[in-house]
């Protein structure tokens, strides 16, 4: 079965350096993949959507790569502020509405 | 602002007592799910309607239901919840491809 691995271990970060953090699937690639952030008991809200045509996608701070070959994207958050503080969720969608969420990497920015 | 709205955000319940979760949307997509998350992990997808079209997840258990009575609303019915019910209950729409997420339901199974 497909499956998400999303580095369960915080990633702790001081203010203004870059935050990266890593997806990586197993089995089949996706038509494409999302990144969504969720804070504590609240929904997940999407941020960036990439195509499996597409290496990089850009949206002001953030930047997405998708690399099928080696069945990872990578999520970057540059000059990072503690409001970036929260749970990153990357998501595989194969289609017909399946959509398989990671268990996400929880990011602190320390001020 | 058009949203997501789930109801209520906290569900208090006990052992084999139904319950009822809502969604609505004002989104007017014609795509809903609904996914479980427990803490720290991903979120389950239970169930997707696309318009009345239901579509079950192949390991979602029978104690949970679903309605569509119309475009903007859905619900999800645990007909006997267990302890291991407790969890988010998280509530989406779709354009077909982004997810717009209510804040949830956090239900508590005592």
Same mark, same amino acid.
């Given at each position: 079965?497909?499956?998400?691995?999303?580095?369960?271990?915080?990633?702790?970060?001081?203010?203004?350096?870059?935050?990266?953090?890593?997806?990586?699937? /197993?089995?089949?690639? $996706? #038509?494409?993949?999302?990144? &969504?952030?969720?804070?504590?008991?609240? *929904?997940?809200?999407?941020?960036?959507?990439?195509?499996?045509?597409?290496?990089?996608?850009?949206?002001?701070?953030?930047?997405?790569?998708?690399?099928?070959?080696?069945?990872?994207?990578?999520?970057?958050? /540059?000059?990072?502020? $503690? #409001?970036?503080?929260?749970? &990153?969720?990357?998501?595989?969608?194969? *289609?017909?509405?399946?959509?398989?969420?990671?268990?996400?990497?929880?990011?602190?920015?320390?001020? | 602002?058009?949203?997501?709205?789930?109801?209520?955000?906290?569900?208090?319940?006990?052992?084999?007592?139904?319950?009822?979760?809502?969604?609505?949307?004002?989104?007017?997509?014609?795509?809903?799910?609904?996914?479980?998350?427990?803490?720290?992990?991903?979120?389950?997808?239970?169930?997707?309607?696309?318009?009345?079209?239901?579509?079950?997840?192949?390991?979602?258990?029978?104690?949970?239901?679903?309605?569509?009575?119309?475009?903007?609303?859905?619900?999800?019915?645990?007909?006997?919840?267990?302890?291991?019910?407790?969890?988010?209950?998280?509530?989406?729409?779709?354009?077909?491809?982004?997810?717009?997420?209510?804040?949830?339901?956090?239900?508590?199974?005592?």
């Amino acid at each position: 079965s497909q499956k998400i691995e999303q580095n369960s271990e915080a990633l702790n970060i001081q203010e203004g350096k870059t935050a990266t953090l890593t997806c990586n699937y /197993t089995n089949y690639s $996706p #038509a494409y993949l999302q990144w &969504y952030r969720q804070d504590p008991g609240r *929904g997940p809200v999407f941020l960036l959507l990439i195509r499996e045509n597409e290496k990089e996608k850009r949206k002001e701070r953030l930047k997405v790569t998708f690399d099928t070959t080696l069945k990872q994207s990578l999520f970057h958050i /540059t000059a990072s502020q $503690p #409001a970036d503080s929260a749970t &990153y969720l990357c998501a595989l969608e194969f *289609g017909g509405f399946k959509t398989i969420f990671g268990a996400g990497t929880r990011l602190f920015v320390k001020a | 602002d058009a949203m997501v709205i789930q109801n209520p955000r906290y569900q208090v319940t006990q052992f084999g007592k139904p319950v009822t979760l809502s969604c609505s949307q004002t989104l007017n997509h014609n795509v809903m799910y609904w996914y479980q998350q427990k803490s720290s992990q991903a979120p389950k997808l239970l169930f997707h309607y696309y318009d009345k079209d239901f579509n079950n997840e192949a390991d979602t258990p029978d104690n949970f239901q679903s309605r569509r009575p119309n475009t903007s609303f859905c619900f999800l019915d645990i007909r006997s919840p267990g302890l291991g019910d407790t969890a988010m209950y998280l509530c989406a729409t779709s354009n077909e491809e982004t997810q717009y997420f209510g804040p949830g339901t956090r239900l508590l199974v005592l």
